[in-house]
């Protein structure tokens, strides 16, 4: 199996259970082994998950100020949450392949696999979640139709991208390419580094 193929199935896996309550309190119950990719894939699916939800709930526009608050710092813990996954995640790479034998002509890539795969989790809530507007009974027959071309591209695309990432993979293995881990050194979340928190002290 691909492993853009095992993430899209992870990916929907995790997006049908959520939904079994759809509920942004809801507890993660990761069917897979802590310490194995598929864990760090769930996990990353189920955070996007519920913050795609938390992102609907903050726009309702008779929201309590206080309410609003608090959803805010709750999307940035999430935001926080997401990014050391796809750092995990990284890491898993980078030791998958970190002996592979580098070919004078390798090149770096743009951006990591690992953040290629956080766009493929965020794809496939752009799918789940188009495809429910098209099936929409309520909604007029032009908004489905129009939701439709919609996911059809979204589908392209997940096609797309799962074979960018299985090719980028390709190269690693072959040496063709090489990659490095970066930090993402957040600077908002850090009291030393945001002037708005160390200007208070």
Not at 9 to 25: L, W
Not at 94 to 119: C, F, G, K, M
Not at 150 to 164: G, Y
Request: hydrophobic residues 35%.
């Amino acid at each position: 199996m691909m492993f853009s193929e095992k993430a899209n199935r992870i990916f929907e896996e995790s997006i049908n259970r959520y939904h079994v309550n759809d509920d942004v309190d809801s507890v993660i119950v990761n069917p897979y082994e802590d310490g194995c990719i598929e864990h760090d894939l769930y996990q990353k699916n189920w955070i996007d998950t519920v913050q795609w939800h938390l992102e609907d709930i903050i726009r309702d526009p008779q929201i309590n100020p206080v309410e609003a608050l608090a959803l805010k710092r709750r999307i940035d813990r999430s935001n926080q949450e997401r990014t050391d996954l796809v750092e995990a995640i990284d890491s898993y790479f980078y030791t998958l392949y970190h002996a592979v034998e580098v070919q004078p002509t390798a090149t770096i890539n743009t951006e990591s696999p690992a953040w290629a795969v956080d766009r493929l989790s965020i794809l496939a809530l752009k799918i789940y979640h188009m495809q429910e507007q098209v099936n929409r009974k309520e909604a007029s027959e032009e908004h489905r139709r129009k939701c439709q071309e919609k996911l059809d591209v979204l589908l392209q695309q997940r096609i797309d991208l799962s074979t960018a990432i299985d090719q980028l993979l390709a190269d690693f293995e072959a040496g063709r390419k090489y990659m490095r881990v970066y930090k993402q050194m957040k600077m908002y979340n850090d009291p030393t580094t945001n002037p708005v928190l160390y200007g208070k002290k």
